[in-house]
T-cell receptor, first 113, second 111 residues
């Protein structure tokens, strides 16, 4: 079945460092890919998405490119801030499965001043 | 304000005592879903509903019930809670093909 695998956390960075959180997926169809963010004590919020191969999703300085050849959707940010500390979830939605969202296990990011 | 509202936010109960976690959305969304979040496992879908009176099992439905009598409400029922149901629960809703809106979560502890 479909699945999403993320790099394990926690990831600890200093402010202004470069961030990469790896995400790879397995899917039978042509899924849409998402990154959700969960700030402490809150529910998940959509950060960005890409719906087809080579699409780049971007928001709040974060970017991710849908790479079909490597089945990846890595999250990147050039310069992280303390306020980016959160848990990040990669997810896919497979239209052949009714659009159900399948999440990775989450990666905790901690940014130190 | 568009939102998904869950209650309660925190709940401590004992094994076998029936409980209900409520979920309500004010966006007229057709689709609603329940997830549980556990360390190292991410979010796993418990049940979902495509519309009123239409519900279906997700990946981990055992020990849970749901109902969808009205479009805005989607309660999660634990008839006989057990300690392995201690978890953080999220309700979510969306329009077809659009992003999911999540509630703030319910932290449940079953002793």
């Amino acid at each position: 079945g479909d699945s999403v695998t993320q790099m394990e956390g926690p990831v600890t960075l200093s402010e202004e460092a470069f961030l990469t959180i790896n995400c790879t997926y397995t899917a039978t169809g042509y899924p849409s890919l998402f990154w959700y963010v969960q700030y402490p004590g809150e529910g998940l919020q959509l950060l960005l998405k890409a719906t087809k191969a080579d699409d780049k999703g971007s928001n709040k300085g974060f970017e991710a490119t849908y790479r079909k050849e490597t089945t990846s959707f890595h999250l990147e940010k050039g310069s992280v801030q303390v306020s980016d500390s959160a848990v990040y979830f990669c997810a896919l939605s497979d239209p052949t499965q009714g659009g159900k969202l399948i999440f990775g296990q989450g990666t905790e990011l901690s940014v130190k001043p | 304000e568009a939102q998904v509202t869950q209650n309660p936010r925190y709940l401590i109960t004992v094994t076998g005592k029936k409980l209900t976690v409520t979920c309500s959305q004010n966006m007229n969304h057709e689709y609603m879903s329940w997830y549980r979040q556990d360390p190292g496992l991410g979010l796993r879908q418990i049940y979902y509903s495509m519309n009123v009176e239409v519900t279906d099992k997700g990946d981990v439905p055992e020990g849970y019930k749901v109902s969808r009598k009205e479009k805005r409400n989607f309660p999660l029922i634990l008839e006989s809670p057990s300690p392995n149901q201690t978890s953080l629960y999220f309700c979510a809703s969306r329009l077809r093909g659009e992003k999911l809106f999540f509630g703030s979560g319910t932290q449940l502890s079953v002793l």
